[in-house]
Each structure stands twice: as C-alpha cells, then as structure tokens.
C-alpha cells in the first residue's frame, strides 16, 4: 500500500461547515453550525462530544455522504462538498468512512470476499488476490474469512473486516465513526491499536468521532470538542485533556471514572435543543461559571495561550494570545 505522508499543504481544509435539517412548520433543526478546522496528511484528529452534538453528521460531510447548507469542504485542495454525485466518483477511493455498526454494514446472505471485492469491482480497479490477502493480515485476519458470511464472526472481527473494506481502496482520508463503542473494553484496546499501527503505517490521515475521551486519548494528535453543533474547544490531545480551557470539556474529563475518585455531580440542567438554540453561548444554560455576557453574546474559537482554540468568554486557566 502507498505512504501518503507527505509535506505540504492540510489534506482536509473545513470551512464555515454548516447543516440545517427543516423539520416543517418553520422549525430547523441545526446539525452543524459553523465548523472549521484542517487535517494534515498522516494526522489523526478526533470529534468528541455528547450525543447529538452534531459529530456524526459533520463526519458524514466530511466524505460527502451528505451536503452542507454552508461552507466549504476541501480534499487535497479541491473542494469536494459541491460537486455533483458523478464528479465525486472517481474522489471517493481517496475518502472512506468506518461504520459503528460493523453487523448493518454488510450484506448477511453475502459472503466476506464479495464486500471487500465489491469496491474494486465499482472503481474498475484489478482484483490481486494476494493484495487482500495482505490487507488481511494487517488488519489481523486470516485469507480464509474471505469464504465466510459476515454472521459467523465476533463483533471486533467484522469490525476488523470494516476497517479492511474502508481500506482496500488505499484512501488518504479514513473517517471513522465511534469504531469502537459497540465493543467490550477488551476488544476496544485491540481495534484502537490497530488504528494506530494502520494509520502510522500507511501515512493515513484520520478522523475518529466518539463520546468517550478516554478513548480518543490512544488514538488522537487533536481534539475537536464539539457542543450543538459546534467546537468550543480544538488543540492538542494531551494539552487539552491535561488542561482544559472550556468548561464543557471540563466537564467531560471529570465524567470518566477513575479508581479511588467519586464521579463529579452532573451538570445541571439539560441539553438545549438544537431546534431552538439559546441565544449567546450555546453551554451557558449548564455552565458552572456563566456570567451576564454569556447569555447575550456568542463566542467564536480565538486563540489562548498555547496555540489552543476555544470559544468561550472566559476560558479555564488561560490568557488569551
């Protein structure tokens, strides 16, 4: 497989992304809401937020299975999220995306070989038998699976399997979506360190979406924090999670469980509806440390001591840069 580490430019460049769903009756529900960020060729970035903060969504615009309302998305510096489904076509082998669900993501009455077979077939691209005979013992899988229906496997084996679909193409980009939340914490470690070793490896550029910090911490250069929608915080993983400068980042690191530690009280109050988006900062309904200002005004991400991002007003044991 090539290497695509290289110099140069971001391989991913996201712009102002934007995604509204009209619900009828003037109601709009607002997915994504301003996002941008960049990927370097060879990085690994990970989404981390709540469920239905708008991260599945936004990695759904990223490979263009779905199109923004607003803003750019661009792949090796060409801007992919307005091209019609033709001109993508011969773009999708450099983008893949890797399913939570490795069981829905196959055929049950096809066997193995077909699904992996069946992206080359699509991209008029040679089967090599002893190609994917390779691809599966990388992803830590015997030749013969290639016989068996998708069934008969454990769930980390189908989603070593997914992860070998999404790679026969030999993307640059791999998104994947919470590819390892359906797992128990044992195969969860197994499937997180064979990211890692493919990603090195083969110089692909990632992005790994979860609600679980803990996990992305293994997996990650970046985060993104995302919050209805949006980032309020983008740095560094160890940096962040070591010293969060936004609130709700806090408050997710204090929500892991640790040994000899009593879990936090929640936050009070519940998620605003994305339907019906609070006015200023979107946390400052649960925020523990809310002022005057953070009901009236929105932050945007500006940059705090460190090269960190955050959009907050009054960001956590940071200066402003």
Known sequence: MPNYAQTGGPLLQVTGLCRRYPLGKGRVLHAVSGVSFAVERGEALALVGESGCGKSTLGRLLVALDRPDSGEVCLGGRVISRLSDRALRPLRPRMQMVF??????????RKVGDALIEPLKIH????????????LKQ????????????????????????????LVLEPELLVADEPVSALDVSLQAQIINLLGELRRSLGLACVFISHDLSVVRQMSDRIAVMYLGRIVELGETLAVMEQPSHPYTHALLQAIPRLNRPLPPPLSGDVPSPIDLPAGCPFHTRC?????????????????????????HYPMNQGVA
């Open 124 to 135: 008029r691209r040679a089967y090599d038998p002893a190609f994917l005979e390779r691809l």
């Open 288 to 312: 523990p440390s809310v002022q005057a200002r953070c009901a009236q005004e929105r932050p945007e991400l500006r940059t705090v001591d460190g090269g960190r991002e955050v959009a907050c």
């Open 139 to 166: 992803v830590g899988l015997p030749p013969d699976v290639m016989d068996r229906l998708p069934g008969s496997f454990s769930g980390g084996q189908r989603q070593r399997l997914n992860i070998a679909r999404a």
């Open 100 to 109: 939570q669900d490795s069981l829905s993501s196959f055929n049950p009455r």
